[in-house]
């Protein structure tokens, strides 16, 4: 919920920021973007002054989410229904069992179907980590093509010592991101995932503790990643943006000194370069957005639609007796739940360094 | 799984409660495994790295800022020079070099494909601080 509220957040300054005009963007940006995103940025990068790039792209955006999400709500709602009906089975089968002198033998009844419900959600579980692992390489391969170019916009418009300490502490950080995500989080969410398992198989449910360790820990993780980021931004551009508005003021009085016609040239050499640089900046601010929402737009509703297609079976499964494979079903759904938040960190991560680096402004 | 289709086919005892202690701890290895087996070089972040690249990448963004001035720069001074040169009725051709001081760009050079010209180059040397013995001219 707060990743998305951040998400929302970077999306509105960045409208804010979007400027009327477009700029020919880089080879090495257009060649660095995945298939998919590819395919629905197509034509908006021509040169030409154009008001609607951004809402253009955004309503592609719109239109491919509809589908993506028709396809795979369709697909979910099977196991969803499958998974219903599985709980239902379970409620009636331990039911019979009771009636017919249960105590007196080994119950396996909640260990057969978690089986069948770890081996329905099995190729789900599998296909949203390997989904959400391509989205988040993707999304590193276009930071290392966008960010530099960025940089040198940003640049060109007098903020050098900014735009150098957000390039490299966005790389840094994204490639700290990647790897934790990659090396700890995510075999902590195939731990977790066999903790709730296990959890619902055992009689006492001695592993619940655990798991929710396991979630808080990776949220707490992911969430603190992203707060020491913003912080860390926010205090050096800050400082960054003193030491480049005191170049700025030294550089003026350089060029007072200068005769007439060489300073109104300087001048004029400068104002040509602001405005070229702040045309480019605009461009790459407003087309790494799109960029970076593109790229994440189909795993996104994908795993979105899982999600709450998993709670909502828990829900409904509920309503007809609970219990430990409701339970179950549940916790799966956060899985899920805890993949996207990682995909979603690394993209938030992308979107408020470029919302920071276009909003920088020398005074 | 194998942890808990083992509880569930002992019988309540001693041997239940030894089974559930050895697979607790188990399992506390199994999910402390990514951890252990972390290499934490990997997320090192070292400061003087982190400040190293910060400024090789100050440097060269200043660097390519003050070559993309100067090219603008010395291209509007030849092109200065070539317009004063046509109102004094001689066409010329120009090259300017530029110098950096404190941090900006000036011209500071220029060589002309003309023989000498008292008039144009009292105007470099005025209107564009160039010099006289920075100025030069084709020799006939």
Not at chain 2, 36 to 45: G, I, K, P, S
Not at chain 2, 52 to 60: D, G, I, S, V, Y
Request: some cysteine; proline content about 3%; aromatic content about 6%.
């Amino acid at each position: 919920m707060k990743g998305a509220l951040t998400l929302l957040l970077c999306f509105w300054l960045m409208v804010c920021c979007a400027t009327t005009a477009w700029a020919q963007l880089p080879e090495e940006v257009e060649e660095a973007l995945p298939e998919a995103a590819e395919e629905l940025l197509e034509d908006l990068g021509e040169t030409e002054a154009d008001t609607g790039t951004l809402q253009r792209g955004l309503r592609r955006m719109g239109e491919m989410a509809w589908d993506v999400l028709s396809r795979d709500f369709r697909a979910s709602l099977r196991v969803a229904i499958l998974l219903l009906s599985v709980v239902l089975l379970h409620g009636m089968t331990e039911s019979i069992f009771e009636s017919t002198g249960g105590s007196k033998m080994v119950n396996v009844i909640p260990l057969a179907f978690v089986l069948v419900v770890t081996m329905t959600t099995a190729g789900d579980m599998q296909t949203m980590i390997g989904t959400g692992m391509a989205t988040m390489e993707e999304l590193d391969v276009l930071a290392k093509a966008l960010l530099p170019t960025l940089a040198a916009a940003v640049a060109a418009g007098g903020a050098i010592v900014s735009a150098s300490v957000q390039n490299v502490a966005t790389v840094f950080f994204a490639n700290l991101l990647i790897t934790l995500i990659r090396e700890v989080l995510l075999p902590l969410v195939y731990c977790y995932i066999a903790a709730v398992t296990a959890n619902a198989i055992l009689p006492q449910q001695p592993l619940k503790g655990i798991a929710t360790v396991l979630r808080k820990g990776i949220t707490w993780i992911l969430t603190g990643t992203l707060v020491i980021f913003t912080g860390y931004l926010s205090i050096t551009s800050a400082a960054a943006n003193s030491a480049d508005t005191l170049t700025l003021q030294l550089t003026r009085s350089a060029i007072s000194t200068a005769v007439p016609v060489v300073g109104g040239i300087i001048s004029r050499a400068t104002s040509s370069l602001l405005a070229g640089a702040g045309l480019l900046k605009s461009s790459l601010g407003v087309f790494g957005m799109l960029a970076v929402l593109a790229t994440c737009l189909t795993p996104f509703v994908s795993m979105g639609v899982q999600y709450i297609l998993y709670k909502l079976t828990a829900f409904f499964a509920g309503l007809s007796g609970g219990g430990r494979v409701v339970e179950l079903i549940d916790a799966l759904g956060n899985a899920f739940g805890l993949v996207l938040g990682m995909v979603g960190a690394c993209a938030a991560l992308l979107l408020i360094s470029i919302t920071s680096s276009i909003s920088v402004v020398i005074a | 799984m194998a942890l808990s289709i083992l509880y569930a086919l002992l019988p309540k005892g001693a041997i239940l409660t030894a089974a559930k202690c050895a697979g607790s701890l188990i399992l506390i290895l199994v999910m402390l495994r990514p951890l252990v087996t972390l290499r934490v070089e990997d997320l090192a972040v070292p400061y003087d790295v982190w400040e190293e690249r910060t400024a090789e990448q100050t440097e060269q963004l200043t660097q390519d800022n003050l070559s993309s001035m100067e090219a603008l720069i010395e291209e509007e001074c030849s092109a200065y020079i070539s317009e004063k040169a046509a109102q004094l009725g001689v066409t010329v051709k120009a090259e300017v070099l530029c110098e950096v001081r404190d941090g900006v760009p000036f011209p500071a050079e220029v060589t002309l494909d003309i023989p000498y010209n008292e008039m144009l180059s009292d105007t470099i040397a005025a209107d564009l601080d160039i010099p006289y013995e920075r100025q030069h001219w084709q020799e006939n």
